[in-house]
């Protein structure tokens, strides 16, 4: 199998994650309008929650996997290699079955914490049933990312990023048939529906360890699985255990901070909203609008990070564990340059266009207008958050992960209620405030890294600061274009399809005018490699003659 460089990984992984994405944000149209609003706030409960406990069920373990497997083909160690796959597969076997059977049993509780004593939305019993259906998808996603963690770790990107968009369709299927027929066919209550949704967590699961488990089959010589080894390298099993839990705790704390985010946002906006005097509809859709309405949409521009990671950890620790630090700064400075040069304009377009995407996702609403246009900003610090910390692991920088990532999770919980209180009591809409907590928290966790990068390994970024002003020039074009399109072009929030159509006119010569002025103006090959782009158009030229 082909192994990918950096960026090639960088863009295979990028265009499967966008197409991930892509169906994960417009699902949500039609299930939306099958549930409603109450379904829906009962559906981001179940995932929310589980997130949680599917990044403590797989444990880090899987990029610990990845990590440990690059770094023993570097050094040529191949059986070594083939018993780590195999001890972290038992590993999380063992882990994934404890992280179940807790989800499973205390559900009820989990539920009373989530809603507390809320009364007019659903009921502690709803989400303990959506709860507990979701939780069967703990049994198989364990092994499934351990076994795209293997294939990562030799550089194999694409097995994967396709498992990745064999997972999203079948899950999505399940979610949008299961909760019509549920619902429309069968008569069901909602909470049925969406316990059938949820449930297609693990369907999509199943589908996507099926092709990754195939792929591992029929590759089994090129990737050592089926070789008998005469001698064992001179690591043991003890050894290597120690070395995944050492690798995996700190992937741990920066995987669950993602999610912890979510939960500590979704809990403290209830409890907030609620004590404002808000009524518990509009508490509902706030809360559950923000941790996952609002990130639904804004998943898009999140890819960009997870299309970096899925290269970056492998390509960094390569370059760690031959020492060339030089390199190790330059995939630094290119990763965070990638996400502003494409993370940024997504990000302000989304925020301009912010009521008709709303109405086309979820119908008009001048709430849910408000919570995108400032919510979708978060992602990009969450984007830089990411690079920061797959850096520190790749280097096995683990104090420094530890310190910058509970930094940015206490600073979030600590000034989530401040902000919406004082925003409450400016006149500003309260729930921005939990936003700017959370842009506070994820990027007091890259300046932090960057900092002791700077002082230990002596990390240079004006090559960052250099790009972000002239990320600038195109950028100010682009939002001077979509700002004089919607002055002139008329648009009708009661109907869905005219609001589609306004996006994608206003969004596409948006875009354009952006790569123009950035083509132009030299940043795209600064950022990707000089005549890239040439290059990549006649790869393609010269695959269509040879078919």
């Known amino acids: 199998m082909k192994k990918n460089t950096f960026i090639e990984g960088t863009i295979i992984a990028t265009v499967c994650i966008v197409l991930v994405k892509i169906l994960g944000m417009f699902y949500v149209i039609p299930f939306y309008a099958i549930v409603g609003a109450q379904g829906a706030a009962l559906y981001a409960y179940a995932y929310n929650i589980y997130g949680l406990f599917l990044e403590i069920a797989t444990a880090g373990i899987p990029n610990a996997v990845s990590k440990i497997i690059n770094e023993y083909n570097t050094l040529g160690r191949q059986e070594a290699k083939i018993r780590a796959f195999q001890i972290g597969k038992k590993l999380l076997g063992f882990v994934a079955v404890i992280a179940f059977v807790i989800l499973f049993i205390f559900a009820p509780q989990i539920a009373q914490i989530i809603i507390g004593d809320m009364t007019g939305g659903n009921t502690v019993e709803d989400v303990t049933f959506v709860i507990r259906c979701i939780s069967f998808a703990l049994l198989v996603f364990p092994f499934l990312s351990v076994s795209r963690g293997f294939f990562q770790g030799h550089n194999i990107i694409s097995v994967s990023s396709i498992s990745q968009v064999i997972e999203q369709v079948a899950r999505v299927a399940l979610i949008i048939l299961g909760s019509y027929i549920a619902i429309k066919w069968l008569n069901l209550d909602v909470t049925t529906g969406v316990g059938v949704a949820v449930f297609g967590a693990f369907v999509g699961g199943l589908f996507a360890f099926f092709y990754v488990y195939d792929k591992l089959r029929k590759n089994k010589k090129e990737l050592c699985l089926d070789q008998k080894f005469a001698n064992k390298d001179s ?222 390994y002596q990390f240079q970024y004006t090559d960052i600061s250099k790009m972000f002003r002239k990320i600038l020039v195109p950028l100010f074009t682009m939002i001077a274009v979509v700002i004089l399109m919607k002055l002139f072009i008329p648009v009708s929030y009661d109907s869905r399809f005219s609001c589609l159509v306004y996006i994608a006119v206003i969004s596409m010569v948006g875009a354009t005018s952006y790569f123009i002025v950035s083509h132009k103006m030299g940043i795209i090959d600064e950022i990707l490699g000089k005549n890239y782009l040439a290059r990549l158009k006649n790869k393609f030229v010269h695959k269509k003659k040879e078919v």
């Open 235 to 456: 690591v043991t099993n003890k050894e290597i255990i120690k070395k995944i839990i050492h690798y995996a705790i700190p992937l741990v704390i920066v995987s669950i901070a993602f999610t912890i985010y979510n939960n500590v946002d979704m809990i403290l906006i209830l409890r907030t909203m609620d004590y404002l005097g808000m009524p518990a509809s509009e508490v509902e859709f706030i809360a559950t609008g923000i941790s996952t309405w609002a990130a639904k949409i804004s998943i898009i521009v999140s890819s960009v990070a997870l299309g970096l990671s899925a290269s970056l950890i492998p390509s960094m620790v390569e370059s760690f564990t031959l020492k060339k630090y030089n390199d190790l700064n330059h995939k630094f400075n290119q990763s965070l340059q990638i996400i502003l040069f494409i993370s940024l304009p997504m990000c302000v377009g989304i925020s301009l266009l912010a009521t008709s995407i709303w109405t086309v996702f979820y119908d008009y609403s001048a709430l849910g207008t408000n919570i995108l246009a400032v919510a979708i900003f978060a992602p990009l610090f969450s984007n830089l958050y990411t690079v920061a910390n797959n850096t520190l692991q790749s280097m096995n920088k683990f104090k420094m992960v530890y310190i910058s990532s509970i930094t940015g999770i206490v600073l979030n919980a600590l000034l989530d209620v401040p902000f919406m209180l004082l925003f409450n009591l400016i006149g500003i809409p309260a729930y921005w405030g939990a936003t700017l907590a959370t842009v506070v928290g994820f990027s007091s966790t890259v300046v932090i890294t960057m900092i002791y990068l700077k002082k230990k």
